[in-house]
């Protein structure tokens, strides 16, 4: 098995829903922006027939004016891999 790995700064509020497709507390438009960022990991995962799966590597979240998507906030470092 091969994996594709990315590590990304993922912010807090999107984790729950990355993670355990809870997506109580966000709003249609938080949701639509964190599918639209994961977008080409499920369209990579798709053309090898694999499989997507987020995890959070840091044990405390930060603030930064980089998260992977979206407006500064707190996030977490994360790891985005497709196992195919």
Do not use: W
């Amino acid at each position: 098995m091969i994996a594709l790995t990315y590590e990304v700064k993922l912010p807090d509020y999107s984790l729950s829903y990355l993670i355990n497709g809870d997506n109580s507390g966000l709003t249609p438009d938080d949701i639509a922006t964190i599918d639209r960022y994961m977008d080409d990991y499920y369209n990579t995962a798709l053309l090898y027939q694999g499989d997507v799966t987020v995890s959070v590597e840091s044990e405390e979240g930060y603030f930064t004016n980089n998260p992977a998507f979206g407006l500064a906030c707190n996030v977490y470092d994360c790891v985005i891999v497709i196992l195919h």
